[in-house]
């Protein structure tokens, strides 16, 4: 077996994964200043040549750490938030509210106050139209709409179609519909955004459907001036993965919107809000192998780490792989050996090596050969791993995350 059959670091070095522990004791996050920069650039190039305006929107929830936070902002890139909290972060990170749009399935607990921050402001459901146009008569507002069309790695992962309750269920002339039409008119609200966003993985076809689909809706919502379709663009995370072609995208986008002004003498500003896409590959987590063990011969050579589930619910969750390092303590050259990696809870499930989808079907890989005190890198941690940990369980501390150049 060659080397080159195991994951390789991204952003990292073997030395600097070295420096790094000898400053900070593992486990812990580190991102990279430069590949965070280098991802916005190349996600802002593919909508060059958007037509009527365009507003990348950075999906804070993939990971809201105030310096990615305020790099992104600093990049023309505005912030999607999902929650009122959200929203507070990114205001204390120091981004305009101006420039941030909440998209919440929970309605903030006081409107008013949240709203007195000068964010804007997507309804999710009917409820959230309806409390938003008491509050808020005579004013501009979003509709998050579910259009039937979901696309996502896994179920679990998708957030359009019959089986997910978020935004409101939309077919044109249908009651739902009319009831969108009712409760905007009784309030005397304007549509001025339709918001679509059909879960996590689509490629350049479903997108043209996604487009489809809202330009649909801003036929029906003629007052809409922008059209915002959400985050969810692929991550590569393993050898052989797709990743999202993001200049297809911006091409398909760019020639729909156009059509649609000539059809309808609409210039839509086009928004979009990744999160996962400008991340995931930026960050990763370092680790130390603090234990072996084998199930015999029939059975599994496992590597135990100092994380694992609490600070990493990907796998257990979702069946998610994602690249796996070994970086020998000392500098050294070694072979190769097939390992099942798993975290440091008496959990089955907390685990780093599953067949992909499966998270309770355990699956060795082959990786660099490793003992006791070497260190391992996950790699491409930067989307939904920091922000989704747990704390508490089995009181280990927090893990501290690291933001080199
Ligand atoms: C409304 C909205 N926008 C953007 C995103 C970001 O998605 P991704 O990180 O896959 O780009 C999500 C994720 O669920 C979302 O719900």
């Given at each position: 077996m060659s080397m080159y059959d195991v994951d390789a670091l991204e952003f990292l070095t073997e030395e600097r994964v070295r420096d790094l522990v000898a400053e900070h004791p593992t486990p812990f996050y580190v991102s990279s200043r430069s590949a965070l920069k280098q991802k916005a650039a190349a996600f802002l190039a593919a909508f060059?040549?958007?037509?009527?305006g365009f507003t990348a929107s950075y999906a804070m929830k993939a990971y809201p750490h105030p310096e990615i936070i305020r790099l992104f902002d600093e990049m023309g890139i505005y912030t999607d938030a999902s929650s009122e909290y959200e929203a507070e972060e990114a205001i204390a990170a120091?981004?305009?509210?101006?420039?941030i749009l909440l998209t919440s399935q929970q309605l903030p607990k006081d409107l008013q106050k949240t709203m007195a921050s000068g964010i804007e402001f997507t309804a999710t459901s009917l409820h959230q139209l309806e409390e938003y146009g008491k509050a808020f008569p005579g004013s501009d507002v979003s509709i998050r709409l579910n259009t039937g069309l979901g696309s996502g790695y896994v179920h679990r992962l998708?957030?359009?179609?019959?089986?997910?309750?978020?935004?409101i269920w939309y077919h044109k002339g249908d009651t739902r519909s009319q009831q969108i039409h009712d409760i905007i008119e009784k309030h005397k609200l304007r549509v001025k955004r339709v918001h679509l966003h059909i879960g996590t993985g689509t490629d350049p076809a479903v997108w043209g459907k996604l487009m489809e689909a809202g330009l649909d809706a801003a036929r029906d919502f003629d007052t809409a001036t922008h059209l915002n379709l959400g985050g969810?663009?692929?991550?590569?995370?393993?050898?052989?993965d797709a990743q999202a072609d993001i200049g297809a995208i911006g091409e398909i986008a760019s020639r729909m919107l156009r059509a649609f002004y000539a059809e309808t003498g609409r210039k839509l500003h086009f928004e979009v809000e990744p999160g996962r896409w400008l991340v995931a590959e930026a960050c990763a987590i370092v680790s130390t192998i603090i234990d072996r063990t084998d199930t015999g011969d029939e059975g599994d050579d496992f590597l135990k780490l100092d994380c694992g589930m609490g600070e990493f619910i990907r796998t257990a969750m979702y069946g998610a792989n994602h690249p796996l390092v070994v970086v020998p303590r000392e500098k050294q050259e070694r072979g190769t050996s097939k390992y099942v990696v798993i975290g440091?809870?008496?959990?089955?499930?907390?685990?780093?090596?599953?067949?992909?989808?499966?998270?309770d079907e355990i699956q060795p890989r082959l990786l660099t050969q490793a003992d006791i005190g070497d260190y391992m890198v996950v790699e491409?941690?930067?989307?939904?791993c920091a922000s989704m940990r747990t704390k508490g369980y089995n009181s280990f501390p927090e893990v501290a995350e690291i933001i080199i150049d």
């Open positions: 060059e040549d958007v037509p009527y120091g981004v305009d509210p101006g420039r998708t957030t359009g179609g019959v089986e997910v309750g978020f935004g969810g663009f692929k991550v590569a995370y393993m050898r052989g440091h809870c008496c959990e089955s499930s907390d685990v780093f090596t599953v067949v992909p989808g499966k998270p491409k941690t930067g989307a939904y």
